[in-house]
């Protein structure tokens, strides 16, 4: 499992709203003062999605003001968005949604 | 509070550079090649060594952070925390927070500023002289991280200090309390190793492994105990920790990629510094989980497995098990204490109540059942005790207890098949003893090192440390011993019935 644990909020809620569209298993879990957002395996997130969301420009500093806890590796942090991933996973990244990408399969 | 940064436009937004241009230009290309000294006088190569490596600049930062982008993003870390602050002073927060979780404030609070200012003073020394331009740029954050933590525990002391007692006089708790010793001695020796090491020790263990359970799972338990202010402290420290965690897993892999040798390097030091930093854990974390707190929310022993077990260790063995590395060398040992951990501290605190600056208490009914459902033994282990506590037996004991020569913890814990104590082993016809074999091998690995290491016990046999039990107490910090004793005892802490002359644990 990957895992973003969020300070729990409106940015938390938009970036579990914009993390379920680019990987469809993700979980999302309230714990007191956190949200936990995990997905097998891989973790999307695309800012343009969270700034729709929010209705407001948003980007992965903002994210930084938020992000309690993660688990996996950072394979992507910059404008387009953030992604965490195991490596083990590398080979399946083909079948799976890349940021901003169209087609593919949820990973895991 | 969603609010985009629109009263000044970032760098990026007026260059129209992408955050990876912009990072380059900040950091790698502020590195220059030196003309009037030698490039070993800038870079000392002691700070390169014990590691094998040679392209220092394909080491990278996976945040791609850079300084005027951090400042703003700290910037808006700090107005989040202090509104809080405000706020919890404003309406008295500290009123309601139950009274057992903060008489263990006191003790974790007066800790904790000072091991941030120890891992400022290490990541200040890599920002100097690290031979990876994105190392150091992110040691420099990191070093103004830590130092930002420090200031922030300052500032949570003042805050309660204001309305209780307990919350004073730190910095002599923290270098003379026996029960800082390990904490101290700990954060001591990550700043006196390889400057490698001390990435693994904090970057990946602490900040992976043991922030996880204190700075996460712990808040948790704080938010249900009411002490939301503290909560949110712990929670923004948390937040700059993921970007230590990011630079300590990308040095792992970075150098298990560059070279094979550094395999068995890397092993070794996540070996010592996970059963090092475990140890004082056990004891300065388990009771926050399992007895400071009035509404408990899991154990410790489930805490450990979740944030440790299954997220630190089961991700590292997922991402970095393929080049090799394997669990480390005393994970079962750290299992196989989990039934017993909390429940011998806070048994041994108890016992030396009068010399504490916050007050322990004996769990109640409904603690009781909680503890025997989450550890099925506790009533074989520690049943009798609570009964003779009950029943008003006199159970202090301010008496000398062996004290482990590596971590400087008394020795308390055992485990099903092992002793609390093990050892001797010789140097110099001088016996040492240790809590656990996971200390006598750290101590095995590095002799010279842990041979200048004196214990408490040592200093106290050496008449170093006051033997007297008053003039110990002031020694350690204690300047009103009221404030320590039993909680709910009416009476209790005020020093009477003292058992003996000797004061030290």
């Known amino acids: 499992m990957v895992r973003l644990e969020l300070m729990a909020g409106e940015q938390a809620d938009a970036v579990a709203a914009a993390a379920r569209k680019l990987t469809p298993l993700v979980e999302v879990e309230a714990l007191p003062g956190l949200v936990s957002i995990s997905a097998p395996g891989r973790l999307t997130v695309s800012c343009s999605d969270v700034s729709e969301e929010l209705g407001e420009p948003w980007d992965t500093r903002q994210l930084q003001v938020i992000l309690a806890n993660y688990t996996g590796f950072i394979t992507k942090m910059n404008e387009e968005g953030v992604e965490l991933r195991w490596m083990e996973d590398q080979a399946r990244v083909g079948e799976s949604k890349e940021l901003g990408g169209k087609a593919g399969h949820g990973a895991g | ?39 070993e006088d800038m870079y000392p190569p002691e700070h390169a060594e014990g590691v094998y490596f040679k392209d220092w600049d394909k080491f990278d930062d996976p945040f791609r952070l850079y300084y005027k982008d951090y400042v703003r993003v700290q910037e808006k870390k700090e107005q989040g925390l202090h509104m809080v602050f405000d706020h919890a002073a404003r309406y008295d927060f500290l009123s309601r927070v139950e009274e057992t979780w903060l008489e263990g404030m006191k003790l974790f609070a007066c800790g904790q500023g000072q091991t941030e200012y120890e891992t400022c003073k290490d990541h200040m020394a890599i920002a100097r002289y690290s031979p990876a331009p994105a190392l150091r740029a992110a040691a420099l954050y990191q070093s103004i991280d830590e130092l930002r933590h420090a200031q922030n525990y300052a500032h949570y002391l003042r805050y309660a200090n204001r309305k209780l007692p307990g919350f004073s006089g730190w910095a002599t708790l923290f270098q003379n309390h026996w029960l800082y010793q390990g904490i101290r001695d700990a954060f001591e020796d990550l700043l006196t190793a390889n400057p490698f090491e001390a990435i693994i020790g904090a970057n990946v263990v602490l900040e992976i492994g043991f922030t996880n359970l204190n700075f996460v799972a712990l808040p948790t338990v704080g938010a249900a105990n009411y002490e939301h202010a ?204 240790f809590c656990s074999p996971g200390c006598q091998w750290i101590f095995e690995r590095e002799p010279q090192k842990y041979l200048q290491d004196k214990t408490i016990v040592d200093l106290a046999l050496e008449g170093k440390v006051p033997a007297d039990l008053d003039e110990f107490l002031k020694f350690s910090g204690i300047t009103d011993p009221s404030l320590g004793g039993d909680l709910y005892a009416n009476g209790s802490g005020n020093g009477s019935g003292r058992s003996n002359g000797s004061g030290a644990p």
């Open chain 2, 1 to 39: 509070m969603a609010q985009a940064d629109t009263d000044r436009p970032s760098v990026r937004e007026a260059t129209q550079q992408t955050i990876q241009e912009q990072y380059k230009e900040f950091t790698r290309d502020l590195t220059w090649e030196p003309t009037y000294v030698a490039r």
């Open chain 2, 230 to 433: 503290w909560a949110q402290l712990q929670l923004t420290t948390q937040s700059d920790e993921t970007r230590h965690m990011a630079i300590g897993q990308a040095m792992m892999r970075t150098l298990l990629e560059a070279d094979e040798r550094n395999l068995p390097i890397l092993q070794d030091w996540l070996d010592k510094w996970t059963w090092r930093l475990y140890r004082v854990d056990a004891l300065g974390g388990s009771i926050f989980f399992d007895y400071f707190a009035k509404n408990k929310v899991m154990s410790y022993k489930e805490a450990f497995q979740k944030y440790f077990v299954d997220d630190f260790i089961g991700g590292l063995l997922n991402d970095l098990g393929p080049h090799g590395l394997k669990e480390p060398r005393f994970l079962q040992d750290m299992l196989d204490e989990m039934d017993v951990t909390s429940h011998l501290v806070w048994k041994y605190l108890y016992q030396r109540k009068k010399m504490l600056w916050f007050k322990t208490f004996q769990p109640d009914e409904e603690d009781i059942v909680w503890l025997k459902e989450k550890y099925p033994g506790w009533q074989e282990l520690v049943g009798d005790f609570w009964d003779d506590v009950r029943a008003g037996k006199d159970v202090d004991n301010l008496g000398l207890v062996p004290v482990c020569h590596l971590c400087h913890v008394a020795c308390i814990f055992h485990s099903p098949d092992r002793p609390t104590l093990r050892g001797p082993i010789e140097y110099d016809g001088r016996q040492y003893w």
